[in-house]
């Protein structure tokens, strides 16, 4: 039995072009050294592809590129991507399939809602880790029901009260909350989970895209019930952008990990043909890039902060997560993602910018502190 395990976390994984292990180069040796690697994967891998009516923006790739993410490291992949039934049922469990035929664990989805509440549980040198997934990013009919394939949903639920409830038409203040059904199967599953693992990791797809710092009420609902409930760490991902750090309990909420691995968006030209329309001037896409201001000087698909990047990371020993911190990454032109070192202006820039958005949500930065060519947070 090692005396110590390595646990490392992603955020988005969308690969679309000839080479799918270029993208790995530069972190395939790390992530193979590590004991279990996690990630999001979010675009749908088929080639039976038959558009959905709720689709928006498609994300889809080749069933092939499963196999560099094998050879990058990752062990456990969530599909709970609010893309997983981008082009039906069939394509969505062709993903599946490919996920569980290329011996990664799955997490978050599946072909009905029993099987998409289902989670690993892996013996890792001895110590137990339970890999929870779940969604809230969900069109209509993406989440599983009885006889439904899709994603193990953690719904939110949005009131709007006008600020002045007498005077029709003046703005509104926004509240979000855990879909009560979800919230209750989240905390039994952790519960349940607690009694078969030695350590409890909740993965969640959701809050908003593109919006700098910005936490909803019912992320830190849930992330925070499913500490009350046992979980040892919080692992949030689909903002394309980094999201503040919270210690809550003695327990680390990674709010959203950001892109890790994503081809840019213009360049998935299969999901464009199918579509019909080029995104950079939809209607769709310019209604999504309204959300932020950094769409307007952006040099690339993406807004730039969405370029910083992370890779989470815990370390156990006796069977209990002993320091969790974050390793500052990049994707450059090319999306060769890479482990940012002291010294490069872009470690500087993750750093920076992660402390500010946590203080922005008043959070408190001070609980990552740099130590060496890492940030430790506990």
Avoid at 213 to 238: K, M, N, S, W
């Amino acid at each position: 039995m090692k005396d110590k395990l390595t646990f490392l976390a992603t955020g988005d994984i969308g690969l679309y072009r000839d080479d799918f292990f270029e993208y790995f180069v530069n972190v395939r040796d790390y992530f193979n050294k590590a004991d279990l690697v996690f990630g999001q994967l979010e675009s749908v891998l088929s080639d039976n592809l038959e558009l959905s009516s709720c689709t928006r923006m498609g994300c889809s790739s080749r069933p092939e590129c499963i196999d560099a993410i094998k050879d990058a490291g990752f062990d456990v992949l969530s599909f709970a991507s609010n893309h997983a039934l981008d082009y039906g049922r069939t394509a969505f469990k062709d993903t599946l399939k490919t996920i569980r035929d290329a011996g990664i664990y799955l997490t978050g989805a599946g072909e009905n809602e029993e099987i998409a509440r289902q989670y690993p549980v892996i013996d890792v040198e001895g110590t137990k880790i339970a890999i929870l997934g779940y969604g809230s990013i969900l069109p209509q009919g993406f989440w599983a029901e009885e006889a439904r394939p899709g994603v193990n949903p953690a719904r939110g639920i949005t009131a709007y009260v006008p600020v002045e409830h007498d005077q029709p038409g003046t703005p509104c203040r926004i509240y979000t909350f855990p879909h009560p059904d979800d919230l209750k199967h989240m905390q039994a599953q952790v519960r349940e989970a607690k009694t078969k693992a030695d350590i409890v990791i909740v993965s969640f797809h959701w809050g908003i895209h593109f919006k700098e710092a910005v936490i909803t009420d019912y992320e830190r609902y849930y992330a925070h019930f499913a500490i009350d409930e046992g979980a040892d760490l919080v692992i949030g991902h689909h903002q394309h952008i980094l999201k503040p750090i919270e210690v809550y309990h003695g327990k680390a909420i990674f709010y959203g990990l950001g892109n890790f691995c994503m081809e840019e968006v213009m360049n998935f030209k299969r999901d464009q043909e199918l579509k019909g329309q080029d995104m950079r001037t939809s209607k769709s896409h310019k209604e999504m890039t309204a959300i932020s201001d950094a769409f307007k000087t952006t040099t690339r698909s993406f807004p730039m902060d969405s370029y910083l990047t992370m890779v989470a990371k815990a370390e156990i020993r006796d069977k209990r997560i002993v320091s969790v911190s974050y390793l500052p990454a990049y994707l450059p032109e090319g999306s060769q993602t890479y482990i940012c070192k002291p010294g490069d202006e872009r470690f500087d820039e993750v750093v920076e910018y992660v402390r500010k958005i946590t203080k922005a949500m008043d959070l408190d930065p001070d609980v990552l502190r740099t130590e060496g060519e890492e940030v430790r947070i506990i």
